[in-house]
């Protein structure tokens, strides 16, 4: 069983930055990629970046491109959103999960609390 957990989300003003954390524990999960998402409100959950445990592929969608870094600290089995120059629209419920590949972002696991982003003008 793998357990996830989201952390860092806040309240912030449009341009600033954010760090979010995801800690997995539990069973060997290194085989999979590991992915960020965000749901805001009314709205589906968006797939939003993915990295692999090995750090060697990253995926972004395009509206975070620039902005966005995904990381991976394998040691502290935790994977970073490095978000900047942050939005009104991204405001929004950051999760994240294990996927399969960058091309099936299909979530494999149950989903956390999630951390709550909110961006004000």
């Known amino acids: 069983q793998v357990h996830l957990v989201e952390s860092g989300g806040g309240l912030v003003q449009a341009g600033a930055s954010l760090r979010l954390s995801c800690a997995a524990s539990?069973?060997?999960?290194?085989?999979?990629?590991m992915g960020w998402f965000r749901q805001a409100p009314g709205k589906e959950r968006e797939f939003v970046a993915a990295?692999?445990?090995?750090?060697?592929?990253?995926y972004y969608v395009d509206s975070v491109k620039g902005r966005f870094t995904i990381s991976v600290d394998n040691a502290k089995k935790t994977v970073y959103l490095q978000m900047n120059s942050l939005r009104l629209e991204d405001t929004a419920v950051y999760y994240c999960?294990?996927?399969?590949?960058?091309?099936?972002?299909?979530?494999?696991?149950?989903w956390g609390q999630g951390t709550q982003v909110t961006v004000s003008s």
């Open positions: 999960n294990l996927l399969n590949s960058f091309s099936d972002p299909r979530p494999l696991i149950s």
């Open positions: 539990g069973r060997t999960f290194s085989s999979y990629i």
């Open positions: 990295i692999t445990w090995s750090a060697g592929s990253r």
